[in-house]
Nanobody
């Protein structure tokens, strides 16, 4: 059973930065694609970023391009999301997800395992 644990959420003012991390308890981490999704209150879960198993393919939602950076460290079984120039609209619970499919997927149905989520609040 794969377990994913997010960390790094919190409160920040607009324009600030946060770095989210996700640790995966599984062997063969470099066989899996990873992704970040978010869900704001009253809204559906949406794609944020994804990265293929060897980091060769990376996708971002248009709303975060140029501000967020996804990366992974296969030696440490972690994937990170560096979030800069944060806006109030970025406020949401952020989820880490793992997929056994190759590539960098952008739909939540492609992912097999999910973390519990970490809250990010951007407010002045």
């Amino acid at each position: 059973q794969v377990q994913l644990a997010e960390s790094g959420g919190g409160s920040v003012q607009p324009g600030g930065s946060l770095r989210l991390s996700c640790s995966a308890s599984t062997s063969g981490f470099d066989n899996y694609g990873m992704g970040w999704f978010r869900q704001a209150p009253g809204k559906e879960r949406e794609f944020v970023a994804s990265i293929s198993r060897r980091s060769k393919i990376i996708n971002y939602a248009d709303s975060v391009k140029g501000r967020f950076t996804i990366s992974r460290d296969n030696a440490k079984n972690t994937v990170s999301l560096q979030m800069n120039s944060l806006k109030a609209d970025d406020t949401a619970v952020y989820y880490c997800a793992l997929t056994s499919r190759t590539g960098a997927w952008t739909v939540d149905t492609a992912f097999n395992y999910w973390g519990q989520g970490t809250q990010v609040t951007v407010s002045s």
